[in-house]
C-alpha cells in the first residue's frame, strides 16, 4: 500500500520528517504561504500546494498520514477553520494523525518538572490558543491522532552561532528560568518513531534530557567558537519585546519519558552541548 502523508504548514520539523521519509518510497504533498518556498519544497520531492490558493481536496484524499504544523490564530486553528469538513470526511481513514503542539500548554512551573498528565494551565494568549487547538483536534471522530508537544527548536539555521558571532547575543539571566529544547532531528526521528507504532490518543514530549538557564546555551556556544563569552544582563534590565519577554514568563524542566518508553527513541542529542557540536561539525 502507498504511503501518502499530507502535511500542513510544511516548515522546518516537516521538512526534517520529509528527509526521513522520502528516501523509503513516501509521497508527501506538503502546503506552503510562499511561492519561492514551494520551488524549494518541489527540489526535495515534497509535492507543494500554495495556501489558500490550491485545492487541498484532491491530495488530501489519497493520504493515509495527516500533520499539520500550523499554529492557531486568534480565530482558532486555521486549518479546521477551513478543512474541517473534509478532514471529518477522511478521518476514519487515516493510519496515523500528527498534531505539532508546544511545551507552552503547561504554563509556568517555577523550574518544577512536568510530564503529559501535567494539567494544562498556560501562562500566555500562545499557550491558551494551544490547549483550545488540541481539544478541536482531539474531538474530531474516528481520528488517530497523536499530539507532540515540543519545546524550544534548534537546529541547522536555527542555532545561536550566527548571533554569537555578529555579537548580537544576550545572556539575559533570570534566577531560576530553565527552558527545555529539542534538536529537529529529534523531532524528526520521533514523528517517524510515532509512525511506525501509532497510539491512536497518545501525547507525547518532545525535548532532550538536560533542561538549561537560556544564558549557559549562549556561553557554550561562544566557548565552542572561542569567543568571548557575552556580557550577562539581568532580566529586568534586558530591553526586551514583549514576545521575548513573556517566554520568560514560564519557568519548567519538561520531562521526555514517555517518548523513550514507548517509542524506544534512543535521542541523537541529549543534551544542547552534543547539539551544538553536531551543529558546528555540520558548518564545516
Given at each position: 500500500?502507498?504511503?501518502?502523508?499530507?502535511?500542513?504548514?510544511?516548515?522546518?520539523?516537516?521538512?526534517?520528517?520529509?528527509?526521513?521519509?522520502?528516501?523509503?518510497?513516501?509521497?508527501?504533498?506538503?502546503?506552503?504561504?510562499?511561492?519561492?518556498?514551494?520551488?524549494?519544497?518541489?527540489?526535495?520531492?515534497?509535492?507543494?500546494?500554495?495556501?489558500?490558493?490550491?485545492?487541498?481536496?484532491?491530495?488530501?484524499?489519497?493520504?493515509?498520514?495527516?500533520?499539520?504544523?500550523?499554529?492557531?490564530?486568534?480565530?482558532g486553528d486555521p486549518v479546521l477553520a477551513h478543512h474541517a469538513g473534509i478532514i471529518s470526511e477522511i478521518a476514519p481513514r487515516l493510519a496515523w494523525a500528527g498534531y505539532l503542539s508546544t511545551?507552552?500548554?503547561?504554563?509556568?512551573?517555577?523550574?518544577?518538572?512536568?510530564?503529559?498528565?501535567?494539567?494544562?494551565?498556560?501562562?500566555?494568549?500562545?499557550?491558551?490558543?494551544?490547549?483550545?487547538?488540541?481539544?478541536?483536534?482531539?474531538?474530531?471522530?474516528?481520528?488517530?491522532?497523536?499530539?507532540?508537544?515540543?519545546?524550544?527548536?534548534?537546529?541547522?539555521?536555527?542555532?545561536?552561532?550566527?548571533?554569537?558571532?555578529?555579537?548580537?547575543?544576550?545572556?539575559?539571566?533570570?534566577?531560576?528560568?530553565?527552558?527545555?529544547?529539542?534538536?529537529?532531528?529529534?523531532?524528526?526521528?520521533?514523528?517517524?518513531?510515532?509512525?511506525?507504532?501509532?497510539?491512536?490518543?497518545?501525547?507525547?514530549?518532545?525535548?532532550?534530557?538536560?533542561?538549561?538557564?537560556?544564558?549557559?546555551?549562549?556561553?557554550?556556544?561562544?566557548?565552542?567558537?572561542?569567543?568571548?563569552?557575552?556580557?550577562?544582563?539581568?532580566?529586568?534590565?534586558?530591553?526586551?519585546?514583549?514576545?521575548?519577554r513573556s517566554f520568560y514568563a514560564e519557568s519548567k524542566r519538561v520531562s521526555n519519558r514517555r517518548i523513550k518508553q514507548e517509542l524506544g527513541v534512543r535521542l541523537i542529542h541529549p543534551d544542547?552541548?552534543?547539539?551544538?557540536?553536531?551543529?558546528?561539525?555540520?558548518?564545516?
Open positions: 500500500m502507498d504511503k501518502v502523508l499530507f502535511s500542513f504548514g510544511h516548515g522546518y520539523s516537516a521538512r526534517a520528517l520529509a528527509r526521513h521519509l522520502l528516501p523509503q518510497g513516501w509521497r508527501i504533498h506538503g502546503t506552503t504561504r510562499d511561492a519561492a518556498q514551494a520551488e524549494a519544497l518541489r527540489a526535495e520531492g515534497v509535492i507543494p500546494l500554495i495556501w489558500g490558493r490550491d485545492d487541498p481536496g484532491p491530495a488530501l484524499r489519497t493520504a493515509t498520514h495527516l500533520l499539520t504544523s500550523i499554529a492557531p490564530d486568534a480565530a511545551t507552552g500548554v503547561y504554563g509556568d512551573h517555577q523550574g518544577d518538572w512536568v510530564d503529559e498528565t501535567t494539567p494544562l494551565t498556560p501562562a500566555t494568549e500562545r499557550g491558551l490558543r494551544r490547549v483550545a487547538a488540541e481539544a478541536e483536534w482531539q474531538a474530531i471522530p474516528g481520528l488517530a491522532l497523536h499530539i507532540f508537544r515540543l519545546a524550544g527548536i534548534y537546529g541547522p539555521g536555527r542555532g545561536p552561532f550566527e548571533k554569537v558571532r555578529q555579537g548580537t547575543a544576550r545572556r539575559i539571566v533570570k534566577p531560576g528560568q530553565v527552558f527545555s529544547r529539542i534538536h529537529v532531528d529529534d523531532i524528526a526521528q520521533v514523528l517517524a518513531a510515532s509512525i511506525a507504532r501509532p497510539r491512536p490518543g497518545a501525547v507525547y514530549n518532545l525535548c532532550d534530557d538536560d533542561p538549561a538557564p537560556p544564558e549557559d546555551v549562549i556561553a557554550h556556544a561562544a566557548e565552542l567558537l572561542g569567543l568571548p563569552i557575552p556580557e550577562a544582563i539581568p532580566f529586568d534590565e534586558a530591553d526586551m519585546s514583549p514576545m521575548a544542547y552541548r552534543s547539539g551544538l557540536r553536531a551543529l558546528l561539525a555540520q558548518e564545516g
